[in-house]
C-alpha cells in the first residue's frame, strides 16, 4: 500500500519495504492478471464507474465507453476535461482504488526533493477529483504521529489451524517476518509482478498515441498476457496470494510488535530535516525518479475529435469542471479562441516514505483508538471523510504542451460576398476556356454542364497562433484512499 503505481520503480524491489508489509493488504495492491489484462485490452466485465469521486480506471472506462463527436473546435475547459480524462488512461493500470485529484490552477512544478514539493504531497488530501487541502491544511506525519500516539494494538491468539495456516503463509514470504527479510518465492513473486504493471502500463501508454500501429498495439497486449502467465506460473501467484492474504488477515508479527517498531522509526529511525527558509522540519521523503528529466515522459496527441470525446468525463463527473489542468484566460483570449489539437508530454513520479510512514497498519482490525470517542482516521464512506481520508503516492506531470488554436470566421456578409464575386471574376475566365475546350469535344456534355465556376470555399475557423507551455507543471496528484480505520475486530475486543 505505499506505493500504488510502480513506472518508475525497480521491479527487483517492488512491493517490499522495510517491514515486509507492503503487500498485505491484497485487496490493494495486488493486481490480478486477468483484472490487468481486462484493464489494458477492454475485454471481460468492466466494473461500473465507482459512486464517489472517479479512480483512474472510471476515467478510462467513460472515455472507452463515450460515443460523443463533433466537427467543431473545443473550448478551454474541455481542454482541462479532455487531459483529466489522459491522465486517467495514463494512471489506470494501477490500483483500482488509486483517484487522481486535479490541480485547480496552472502549478508550475517546485524542484524536486525540494521543501515545497515534499510539503505539497505530503498534505493530507480530501476525497476529491481536484486538489484542494482548504485553509488550514493538515500534514501527513502530523496525522502519523497522532495515530501512533493513540492508537492501541492487542494481539490476537490464533487457534491451532490458524497457527498452522500462519506459520505456512510466514515460511512462503519471509526469511525473518520481524526483520521484514523476504524469501526468493515472495521476491521473484514481487519481480514479475512489478513486470506485469510495466507491460499493462506501457500498453496503456501506447493506446494514447496517435501513431502507434495495430502491429505495437498487438504485440504489446501479447507482452501483457505473457507477464500474467509468467506472474500465475513462475511466479506461484494463487500460493503468494493466498499466503499475503493470510498475513493481512492474521499479520505478519503481532499488531503490538507492529506499532512498536512504527513509534520507533519515526521516533529514533527516521531522518528529519529542516527547510533553511520556514524553519519547518519535515521527516525524510524521496522522489522516484529524483529528477524530472530522468522521468519516463510519455507524449500524447490529441486530434480535434480526440478532445471532443475525452471532455464527455464531464457529463458523468461535472465535479470535474472546477480543474484547470490548462490556463483558460490564456488560451481563449477572452473567449475567442478555440483549440483544435493538442500535443504534451506527461509522467508519474513516485513518492516514497517508507523509513517512518506504514499506512498497512491502518488497514489491521487488531487496534483502536484509546479514547473511543476521538474522531476517525477515516470513516470508509463514500466520499471518505476523517483525519486521513487518503494521502498521495504519486505526481503526474506535465510538459511541453502545445495547443493548435483557431479562431472563428467573423467575416459579415458584406465581406463574404464581395470576396465571392472577386472570386468569381478570377475564376471566370478560365471556367469558361475550359467549357470551350469541352464544347469542341463533346458539344452535347459542354451544353449540360455550361460554364462551371468552382465554389469558394470560405472556412468557419482560420488558423491563429499556437499556445506553448513547455514547464513541468503538476496536473494531478495520485491518491490512495483509506479503508474503514481503526475497524477494530469486536471478537478481539469483545471483553470490553
Given at each position: 500500500m505505499n506505493q500504488t503505481l510502480h513506472w518508475a520503480a525497480e521491479p527487483e524491489t517492488l512491493a517490499i519495504t522495510q517491514n515486509g508489509t507492503a503487500l498485505l493488504a491484497a485487496e490493494v495492491n495486488t493486481l490480478n492478471a486477468i483484472e490487468v489484462l481486462e484493464a489494458v485490452t477492454g475485454t471481460g466485465a468492466a466494473p461500473p464507474p465507482s459512486a464517489?469521486?472517479?479512480?483512474?480506471?472510471?476515467?478510462?472506462?467513460?472515455?472507452?465507453?463515450?460515443?460523443?463527436?463533433?466537427?467543431?473546435?473545443?473550448?478551454?475547459?474541455?481542454?482541462?476535461?479532455?487531459?483529466?480524462?489522459?491522465?486517467?488512461?495514463?494512471?489506470?493500470?494501477?490500483?483500482?482504488?488509486?483517484?487522481?485529484?486535479?490541480?485547480?490552477?496552472?502549478?508550475?512544478?517546485?524542484?524536486?526533493?525540494?521543501?515545497?514539493?515534499?510539503?505539497?504531497?505530503?498534505?493530507?488530501?480530501?476525497?476529491?477529483?481536484?486538489?484542494?487541502?482548504?485553509?488550514?491544511?493538515?500534514?501527513?506525519?502530523?496525522?502519523?504521529?497522532?495515530?501512533?500516539?493513540?492508537?492501541?494494538?492487542?494481539?490476537?491468539?490464533?487457534?491451532?489451524?490458524?497457527?498452522?495456516?500462519?506459520?505456512?503463509?510466514?515460511?512462503?514470504?519471509?526469511?525473518?517476518?520481524?526483520?521484514?527479510?523476504?524469501?526468493?518465492?515472495?521476491?521473484?513473486?514481487?519481480?514479475?509482478?512489478?513486470?506485469?504493471?510495466?507491460?499493462?502500463?506501457?500498453?496503456?501508454?501506447?493506446?494514447?498515441?496517435?501513431?502507434?500501429?495495430?502491429?505495437?498495439?498487438?504485440?504489446?497486449?501479447?507482452?501483457?498476457?505473457?507477464?500474467?502467465?509468467?506472474?500465475?506460473?513462475?511466479?506461484?501467484?494463487?500460493?503468494?496470494?493466498?499466503?499475503?492474504?493470510?498475513?493481512?488477515?492474521?499479520?505478519?508479527?503481532?499488531?503490538?510488535?507492529?506499532?512498536?517498531?512504527?513509534?520507533?522509526?519515526?521516533?529514533?529511525?527516521?531522518?528529519?530535516r529542516t527547510d533553511a527558509a520556514s524553519g519547518a522540519r519535515y521527516p525524510e521523503t524521496s522522489f522516484v525518479p529524483a529528477s524530472f528529466e530522468t522521468a519516463a515522459w510519455t507524449p500524447i496527441q490529441l486530434s480535434r475529435a480526440d478532445i471532443i470525446k475525452r471532455s464527455s468525463v464531464g457529463d458523468r463527473y461535472p465535479e470535474l469542471s472546477e480543474a484547470r489542468l490548462v490556463d483558460h484566460g490564456a488560451i481563449d483570449a477572452g473567449e475567442r479562441l478555440l483549440v483544435d489539437g493538442l500535443k504534451a508530454e506527461l509522467a508519474f513520479v513516485a513518492v516514497r516514505r517508507e523509513s517512518w510512514f506504514n499506512p498497512d497498519l491502518l488497514g489491521l482490525r487488531a487496534w483502536r483508538l484509546k479514547d473511543p470517542t476521538a474522531p476517525l482516521v477515516s470513516d470508509g464512506a463514500v466520499p471518505a471523510a476523517g483525519r486521513l481520508p487518503a494521502f498521495a503516492v504519486g505526481l503526474v506531470l506535465i510538459r511541453n504542451l502545445e495547443l493548435a488554436r483557431v479562431v472563428e470566421n467573423q467575416m459579415t456578409f458584406e465581406e463574404e460576398r464581395r470576396l465571392r464575386q472577386e472570386h468569381y471574376d478570377r475564376e471566370y475566365p478560365a471556367a469558361k476556356a475550359r467549357h470551350e475546350q469541352l464544347r469542341l469535344v463533346d458539344p452535347r456534355k459542354a451544353a449540360l454542364e455550361g460554364i462551371r465556376v468552382p465554389p469558394l470555399l470560405i472556412p468557419r475557423y482560420l488558423p491563429a497562433d499556437p499556445y506553448r507551455r513547455p514547464e513541468v507543471c503538476i496536473a494531478a496528484f495520485v491518491c490512495q484512499l483509506v479503508p474503514r480505520s481503526p475497524d477494530p475486530d469486536p471478537v478481539l475486543f469483545a471483553d470490553e
Open positions: 464517489g469521486p472517479p479512480t483512474s480506471r472510471d476515467l478510462a472506462e467513460v472515455v472507452a465507453d463515450a460515443d460523443r463527436s463533433g466537427d467543431d473546435p473545443s473550448p478551454a475547459s474541455a481542454v482541462s476535461l479532455a487531459l483529466a480524462a489522459c491522465i486517467g488512461e495514463y494512471t489506470a493500470a494501477g490500483d483500482r482504488s488509486a483517484f487522481p485529484s486535479f490541480a485547480t490552477t496552472t502549478w508550475v512544478a517546485p524542484t524536486p526533493m525540494s521543501f515545497e514539493l515534499v510539503y505539497q504531497s505530503s498534505l493530507v488530501a480530501a476525497h476529491a477529483s481536484v486538489w484542494n487541502p482548504g485553509p488550514s491544511p493538515t500534514l501527513l506525519w502530523d496525522v502519523w504521529r497522532d495515530v501512533l500516539d493513540e492508537a492501541e494494538a492487542r494481539d490476537h491468539e490464533p487457534s491451532d489451524e490458524e497457527l498452522t495456516r500462519i506459520e505456512a503463509a510466514r515460511a512462503l514470504l519471509y526469511v525473518d517476518a520481524d526483520a521484514g527479510s523476504v524469501t526468493d518465492i515472495y521476491r521473484r513473486y514481487a519481480k514479475l509482478q512489478g513486470e506485469l504493471i510495466v507491460a499493462a502500463s506501457r500498453h496503456a501508454q501506447l493506446q494514447l498515441s496517435e501513431t502507434v500501429s495495430e502491429t505495437e498495439l498487438d504485440a504489446s497486449e501479447a507482452a501483457v498476457a505473457n507477464a500474467a502467465s509468467r506472474l500465475a506460473i513462475e511466479g506461484r501467484q494463487s500460493d503468494v496470494e493466498a499466503a499475503i492474504q493470510t498475513i493481512a488477515t492474521y499479520g505478519s508479527s503481532r499488531p503490538t510488535k507492529l506499532f512498536t517498531r512504527a513509534r520507533e522509526n519515526f521516533d529514533l529511525v527516521t531522518i528529519w
